[in-house]
């Protein structure tokens, strides 16, 4: 990294730590949060939201699709759709804290960007690839992040009008980078990266309902097993594992914040068999519902 980087990157660190947080931390950005730790982590099962994520400090190891990646400030990774994958704070310390920041958009703001831009026309993509990439950071992209960041210190209205104009740079920026073509294909209609992303949105508003894949596949005019072999490429799992993990993921937080009975929220979540829920939640969790109530 040159001096501009390591300037800018100071620069927002300071700006951050201003907030002393631990663990995740909402701006005002709507768009923008960041994460802080001391420590180092455990493995941790998440689901990525569509995102830029960039370290300031420190290291991570994130797990997709069996591969372990590890990544650090020199690096940022984006995040087409959501998707799951475990992560471990590989890099942290009192000293030098592990501190990060996610920026948060949708296909359609990608989309958007595009339409006002000489974008070159891509091939429709046949084959899926994997819904997350990593590509080391360019100073002009670097440059928008960091005055999304100090756009923290001026007055909420400043923020609020100015915040949706500098997001527009970021994306425009992304797209001119090496990450440019990945994200193309999932934000332009037709290739088969977008037929999978607007499957994964559908499939993550209705977690509770019953998953028809026929139903899936006649959506976006593919069969059910190119559905089957794309969506597992891009998340890398199918479609009813992957809606497994969502039921889970959102039992576990009702679990933690309503007072209702295990078997509740086992319903409220899509389950018909409490004691299915209970096994499928005690094997993805280590413990059970109940020990968490």
């Known amino acids: 990294m040159g001096k501009a980087f390591e300037e800018y990157r100071n620069e927002m660190i300071n700006l951050i730590t201003k907030y002393k947080f631990e663990g995740d931390f909402q701006s005002q950005i709507p768009n923008l949060d960041f994460y802080f730790s001391k420590t180092l982590s455990e493995q941790i099962s998440i689901m990525y939201e569509p995102s830029i994520c960039i370290i300031l400090q420190g290291a991570k190891d994130v797990i997709f699709a069996n591969k372990l990646y590890n990544y650090n400030e020199k690096d940022y990774l984006i995040s087409s759709t959501h998707l799951p994958a475990r992560i471990r704070i590989s890099e942290a310390s009192k000293e030098k804290p592990y501190i990060s920041l996610r920026i948060k958009f949708s296909l359609k703001d990608i989309h958007e960007v595009l339409k006002n831009i000489n974008s070159p026309i891509i091939q429709i993509d046949t084959q899926a690839e994997k819904g997350l990439c990593f590509n080391e950071i360019n100073i002009e992209f670097y440059e928008s992040i960091y005055r999304l960041v100090k756009l923290l210190e001026r007055e909420k209205n400043d923020i609020d009008f100015l915040y949706p104009l500098m997001i527009k740079e970021i994306l425009f920026n992304l797209l001119k980078s090496k990450s440019g073509y990945?994200?193309?294909?999932?934000?332009?209609?037709?290739?088969?990266?977008?037929?999978?992303?607007?499957?994964?949105?559908?499939?993550?508003?209705?977690?509770?309902?019953?998953?028809?894949?026929?139903?899936?596949?006649?959506?976006?005019?593919?069969?059910?097993?190119?559905?089957?072999?794309?969506?597992?490429?891009?998340?890398?799992?199918?479609?009813?594992?992957?809606?497994?993990?969502?039921?889970?993921?959102?039992?576990?937080?009702?679990?933690?914040?309503?007072?209702?009975?295990?078997?509740?929220?086992?319903?409220q979540v899509g389950y018909e068999s409490p004691s299915q829920f209970s096994r499928e939640f005690s094997r993805m969790f280590g413990m059970t519902p109940s020990s968490m109530i």
């Open 182 to 267: 990945f994200i193309r294909k999932f934000s332009m209609e037709g290739t088969v990266s977008n037929k999978i992303a607007q499957t994964v949105s559908l499939i993550k508003e209705n977690f509770d309902k019953k998953l028809n894949i026929k139903e899936l596949a006649d959506n976006i005019e593919m069969s059910e097993s190119s559905l089957y072999q794309h969506f597992k490429t891009i998340t890398s799992m199918s479609p009813i594992q992957f809606q497994k993990k969502l039921r889970l993921d959102e039992a576990k937080q009702l679990l933690l914040l309503q007072n209702k009975e295990v078997h509740e929220i086992a319903f």
